[in-house]
Each structure stands twice: as structure tokens, then as C-alpha cells.
């Protein structure tokens, strides 16, 4: 007469533990590295969006003729160029609805920034000098729209920049 | 008897260490992965920081030059513009610095640096430019000192005609001569250096230049045969005829002065012919008359005050009417509005125009005659004559440098200038013995081009005095 031997009982729960330990240990850590991927996506939506939307108006500000909004010294929440291109004078940097958007001339107004993004801040000083072409410096906070992840608040990012007009008229 | 045996406990734990380690490879790659993207995006807030601090100095360049120094900066908004201020600035983890060298007075070499650590690893991010100061005003060249001229060169043009006309741009002259088989009338003279001058081009306008004047690109020739020729001269070393004007009547053409988009051209007299038009060089390769008249006689110069566009003013072979005084508001029917009668029957030949003040030469009025007329033009209709002296024929009259340059016949001294800051009061102050009559003279700040009846020495370049 032949017996398979089964396991004890205090092998088998012992078994269970180690099993059960190992799983909790490695879930967490898969939980982690999930939600570390999705943060990681959301920073490099805010970093990118934010970026490109700042080499953007940069970019314009120098190749613009003149700053017409905000005047010298003011601030303000919006930033109007005057262009030399008569297809795209004037061009309005603003932001609706935490969204950066552009208008061209009389183009119809076109969004700069992704909806994974928020702007929840922007702030146009104009730094010129008197009877310098404009100067403008950037402020724009920008946030993920990923509300929460895991415990964290969502990734944001404050973007600063600075560009100097380069035409003379 | 067979046992299956279950596994170890041994095996288990090797199992479990086993998938710790791949896990755990994982795990830091995935970390790796994340602390990468936080470099990369404060490599890209480092990048805009940098390049804010070359827009910044840009901005205090065009604020003022003065203000950048050399040495390490840093920047701040102070009042809504930049400034230096420290020797740095800071902006949460990142420290910035501006480094300005000056290699000369008006280059500065830009360097912003913007450094932070990051994850225990110091990183940087470096900017450099070159910055001028391209919008320093430069004065313009000293005149020198035109009450004392001297001959610095001669040129002799090929063939034995003389040169009849000039007109000065800068360093370089345009010449026009008397017509010659096989030589060419009209000559580009570059005297940048005044005392070995160099022809540059030329070109065969097949008749007598008796008038330059150039503007732009453009050179305006009156002529004999087609009294208007246009010659573009953008490149001085080949200038090319770009249309010439053959007007009613066999006048030839005398002389051509612009005035903005406006040239007017004398000519001799012929018959009841035109001997004045009015042309519009706004499209400067085709003139467009808008106007002509008969004045009563052969014209000879004309000039326009700077100050005013409504009245040319003409030396005239009219024996009545040696000055004449054109209204050229409207070319359709112009006449002579005003004019000054001088005694005898001499010509004038030359005449400028300074402000209300017009300066008259005539031909030799023999003896005691005064062919150097100084006249009042305030009242373009009524002209009178308020100082004369007595020289001999002179052939033009230039008023640039503040002075004016009179050519003449006269032996000894073929040139003479004269201050007429006192209109009243005929104030020669230097004389200059050429070699020949002037027969032409262009004038520009640096240089003045003399053209003289001399054929072995045409052209006669003039030099202030520094």
C-alpha cells in the first residue's frame, strides 16, 4: 500500500504566509510603479506642453514689430503684438478657460495647449525701457488635469520666460 | 516506498529571492525612468532660465550700451526692467550668472550659465552671444575744412575734349565731357583715394554731357542730341543707359537738378520749342514729364532752394531776364514768375540757390562788370540783386559745405569759394589755381570734383583742408 504524503498543516499555512506576504509586497509595488508611470506622463504633459506653449509666444514676441499690450511697466493677462505680417497682425496671446489660446489677425482664435493641461496662472510684464522695442517677461503656472494621483497632488510646473522684440522700425 | 516530495522550503525562499531580484531591476529602472524625466524637465526650466538672461541683456543693451559692463552678473526686474544686480540670482534650485567681456568698445560676449543639482549630480546649462551695439550713432565724417581747399590730383580722361560736367557722391565723381569719336562721354571717378584717383567705368553717351546729376542709383544726363539720358549707375564700374528722352525741338540739354521726386532740365533755345521741363522720377528708370514752357530764350543752370519746391531758378540767356524765377507748383503752365534784369547783354550761365538767398554768374561783362551776383530771393517773384563783384565768366555755381564754389575763367584763380554767411557782404575766402577754366564742379563733403577746359587734365579732385 502506497501513501502520497500531503503536506502538514503547519507546512501547508506556512506556505500560505510566505505566499501571501510575497503577493501584498508585490502588488504594492506594481500599484507604485503604476501610478509612478502615470505621474511621470503627467509631468511630461505639463513640461512639454508647457514648454512648446512658451517657445511659442517667445518666439513671436521677437519677431513682432511692437508690443501693444501690456504697456510699458503694466501687467496684464493678456498680451497683444503687433505683427509685421498683415495675415497675422495683431496676434493675442490669452487664456480661456485654462487653456492657452492665440488669434491671428482675423483668424479664428486656435488653442495652443492640450486639454491634459491646465493654465492656472499667466502674468505678461512688459520690461522694456523707454524708447526700447518691447521686452516681455512670462509668468504660467501650469497644472495636469490628472487630478490625484495615488497620494500626491497633481504634477504642476511654474514656466517663466523672457524675449526682447529684435526688429527696429 | 516512493515519496513525491513537495518542495523545500529552500527552493521556495530561493524562488521568492529570485523574483525579488527581477522585481526589483524593475523597480529601479522604473525610478531611473522617473528621477530622468525630473532632469529633463529641469534641464528644459535651466534652458529657458539661461536664455532669459541673454533676453534680459538684451534688453538693458537697448536700454543703453553703457550698461553693460564687464564681469559677473546677475539679473533682476527692478522698477518693471532688467538690470544687473550681484553677482547672481537664484530661482528655486537654479543659480544663474551673466558674464559680460568686452573684446572691444562696442562687442560684448554674453555668457549665461544657469546651474543646479540635480539628484546630487551638479548640472549646468551655458549660453553665450555676441551682442553689439549697432545702434551707436556715428557721426558723420568731418567736412573738413572747406574754406581752404586744395588740388590734391588730376585725371586725365582719354582723347583731348574737355569735361563739361560733375556731380559728387561721397568719394566718387560722375563726369561728363564733350563728345569725341571713339571715347566715351560720361565717366565714374573714384577718388576714396584724393591723390592717385582711379576711373571705375564709363560709358558713350554719343553727344555732349552738359549736366549731371545723380540720386540713388540713378544719373541724369543732359545732353546734346536726346536732352534727357538716364544711366544706372549701381555698379559704378559698368554703368549702363537705361532710357533716353528725345523732347520736342533741337535745344540741347543744359542742366539737370533734382529736388525729391522731381527733376528739371534746361536746354538751349530753339525756336519756340520748350527750353524747360518738369519731370517725375518717382520710378526712377522712366521719367514721366509732367511739364514744360518757353521762357524767351536758351536756359543755361538751375537750382531750387532746399528749403522750398515752388520756385526753380534759372540763368538765362535772356538779355531782361538773366534770373528767372519759375513756379513749378504746376508744370502744366508754368512761366516766368519773377526775374532779375542785370545791365548789358551777358549771359548767366550759373546759378545756386541757398535758402532765400540765390548766387548768379554770368558771362564777362568786360571791364568792371560783376558777374558774381548776390541775389534776394525771399520774394520769389520779385528778385533782387543785394551785393555783385567783378571776376570773369563763370561757369557754375555750387553751394554745398555751407560755402559757395564759384568756377570761372578767370586765370589766376579758376575756382574761388566764398562765405556767404552774410549775404550782404561778398566774402571770398580762398582761391584756387587750377590749370584751365572750370567749366564743371560737383561737391560732396569729402570731395569736390573739378572739370576743367585742361585736356591733359580733365578732372581736377579737390580736398578740404582737415
Known sequence: MKYHQGFTLIETLFYIMILSVFLSISSALLIQVLQGMQKTDAVYAVNEGGSSAMTRMLTTIRNADSVTLPLQGATSSQLTLTMPGTSSNPTIFLVENEVLKVKEGTAATSTLTAKTIRIKDIVFTNVAATSSPGSIHIDMSVSSTASDIGTGNAPENIFTGSATIRRRL | ?466
Do not use: C
Open chain 2, 1 to 466: 516506498m516512493r515519496f513525491a516530495n513537495g518542495q523545500s522550503l529552500i527552493e521556495v525562499l530561493l524562488a521568492v529571492a529570485i523574483f525579488s531580484i527581477v522585481m526589483g531591476a524593475i523597480v529601479f529602472s522604473f525610478i531611473d525612468i522617473y528621477r530622468g524625466s525630473f532632469y529633463s524637465v529641469n534641464r528644459t526650466d535651466g534652458f529657458r532660465l539661461a536664455q532669459e538672461g541673454i533676453e534680459a541683456t538684451r534688453a538693458i543693451r537697448d536700454r543703453s550700451f553703457a550698461e553693460l559692463v564687464s564681469g559677473t552678473h546677475g539679473i533682476a526686474l527692478s522698477g518693471a526692467q532688467w538690470s544687473f544686480s550681484g553677482t547672481s540670482d537664484t530661482s528655486a534650485l537654479f543659480t544663474r550668472t551673466i558674464e559680460i567681456a568686452s573684446p572691444d568698445v562696442d562687442t560684448r560676449y554674453v555668457t549665461s550659465t544657469v546651474s543646479w543639482v540635480d539628484g546630487g549630480q551638479p548640472r549646468s546649462i551655458v549660453l553665450a552671444t555676441i551682442i553689439k551695439n549697432w545702434e551707436k550713432s556715428i557721426a558723420p565724417p568731418s567736412a573738413g575744412n572747406w574754406t581752404n581747399p586744395s588740388l590734391a590730383s588730376t585725371v586725365n580722361l582719354p582723347g583731348n575734349t574737355n569735361a563739361l560736367s560733375a556731380a559728387a557722391s561721397g568719394t566718387i565723381g560722375f563726369i561728363g565731357r564733350q563728345s569725341s569719336s571713339g571715347n566715351d562721354e560720361f565717366y565714374i571717378i573714384d577718388a576714396t583715394s584724393s591723390t592717385s584717383p582711379s576711373v571705375l567705368g564709363y560709358l558713350n553717351i554719343s553727344g555732349r554731357v552738359y549736366g549731371v546729376a545723380v540720386t540713388g542709383t540713378y544719373a541724369y544726363l543732359a545732353t546734346s542730341g536726346r536732352e534727357l539720358q538716364v544711366v544706372d549707375v549701381s555698379n559704378l564700374s559698368s554703368p549702363s543707359l537705361v532710357t533716353r528722352l528725345n523732347l520736342p525741338g533741337g535745344g540741347d540739354g543744359r542742366d539737370v537738378a533734382i529736388q525729391g521726386n522731381r527733376l528739371y532740365l534746361t536746354r538751349r533755345n530753339s525756336g519756340s520749342r520748350p527750353v524747360f521741363h518738369v519731370f517725375d522720377i518717382s520710378n526712377p528708370a522712366s521719367p514721366v514729364e509732367l511739364g514744360s514752357a518757353n521762357l524767351g530764350a536758351g536756359e543755361y543752370d538751375v537750382a531750387l532752394s532746399e528749403v522750398g519746391t515752388s520756385f526753380a531758378f534759372i540763368a538765362s540767356a535772356r538779355n531782361a531776364q538773366e534770373l528767372q524765377a519759375v513756379n513749378v507748383t504746376n508744370p502744366v503752365s508754368m512761366g516766368v514768375g519773377g526775374s532779375l534784369n542785370l545791365s548789358g547783354n551777358a549771359n548767366a550761365y550759373a546759378v545756386g540757390v541757398s535758402g532765400t538767398v540765390a548766387y548768379l554768374g554770368t558771362a564777362n561783362r568786360g571791364g568792371a562788370g560783376n558777374e558774381f551776383n548776390v541775389v534776394n530771393v525771399a520774394t520769389p517773384t520779385s528778385p533782387t540783386n543785394i551785393a555783385s563783384a567783378s571776376y570773369q565768366s563763370i561757369n557754375v555755381i555750387r553751394v554745398a559745405n555751407g560755402l559757395v564754389f564759384a568756377g570761372m575763367d578767370y586765370a589766376a584763380n579758376e575756382l574761388v569759394v566764398f562765405d556767404m554767411s552774410d549775404p550782404n557782404t561778398i566774402n571770398a575766402v580762398a582761391t584756387l589755381n587750377l590749370s584751365a577754366p572750370v567749366l564743371g564742379l560737383g561737391m560732396s563733403t569729402e570731395r569736390g570734383f573739378a572739370v576743367t577746359a585742361d585736356n591733359s587734365n580733365e578732372v581736377q579732385i579737390l580736398i578740404p583742408a582737415p
